[in-house]
């Protein structure tokens, strides 16, 4: 297994613009996670999926923000009208329902909106 | 709400040094706790981890025991090397609902250690 994945590494977009991220969990995991991290700060929570179903979203996915998890397998995390404040580090987290409380991250998806 | 909040850095020391870095959480229920790392370029890497009091999580020459009443988790390491210099976070993982296993963190704890 090669752990998490997450595609583009990084994204460069210009304002307005929508962008989608892409992750890919390790295989057996069926809980899967989005954060948010800016410069200086740690991962804000987003949202959470048990295998396809979206459980919670945080308030600070605006309405512009929307993630899908088909078939309980990968999940796209997609950006509609983009805007500078979006700019940060997007990770993607993935843990067994047997073992919750370990998360393992990917390498993250960096977007700048310029 | 949750929150953690994590001693301000960035820390400097030298090689062999002790290390101790910070953490203190509020949490409205029985939370677990963890400490992750950050290594230059690379993705966040669990450290440690403790699901209950007085739990002491261990690894790579790390420590942080539970303290449910101080409220703390601090990162303790006898003798740090070049190798550790990186961003430290505190987290915690609340049990219950629909929150379960999401994680809050503090904000980072950046350590440079020179040879």
């Known amino acids: 297994d090669t752990g998490v994945s997450q595609d583009p590494r990084h994204k460069i977009t210009k304002r307005g613009q929508n962008v989608t991220f892409r992750c890919d969990p390790i295989s057996e995991h069926n809980r899967l996670y989005w954060y948010r991290q800016t410069l200086g700060q740690g991962p804000e929570f987003l949202t959470y999926f048990q295998n396809e179903a979206q459980l919670e979203k945080s308030r600070l996915l605006s309405d512009r923000f929307s993630a899908e998890r088909p078939k309980g397998s990968f999940s796209t995390l997609e950006i509609q009208r983009t805007e500078q404040g979006d700019s940060a580090m997007y990770l993607c987290?993935?843990?067994?329902?047997?073992?919750?409380?370990?998360?393992?991250f990917g390498p993250g998806t960096r977007l700048t909106v310029t | 709400g949750n929150s953690v909040t994590q001693m301000e850095g960035p820390v400097t020391l030298s090689e062999e040094a002790f290390l101790t870095i910070n953490c203190t959480y509020t949490?409205?229920?029985?939370?677990?706790l963890f400490w992750y790392v950050q290594y230059p370029g690379e993705g966040l890497q669990l450290l440690l981890k403790?699901?209950?009091?007085?739990d002491k999580g261990s690894n790579k020459g790390f420590e942080a025991t539970y303290r449910k009443e101080t409220t703390s988790f601090h990162l303790e390491k006898g003798s740090v090397q070049v190798s550790d210099s990186a961003v430290y976070f505190c987290a915690l993982s609340d049990r219950g609902g629909t929150s379960y296993g999401k994680l809050t963190f503090g904000q980072g704890t950046i350590l440079t250690v020179h040879p």
């Open positions: 403790a699901t209950k009091a007085d």
């Open positions: 949490a409205t229920g029985y939370p677990s």
């Open positions: 987290a993935s843990s067994s329902y047997a073992q919750t409380y370990e998360q393992y």
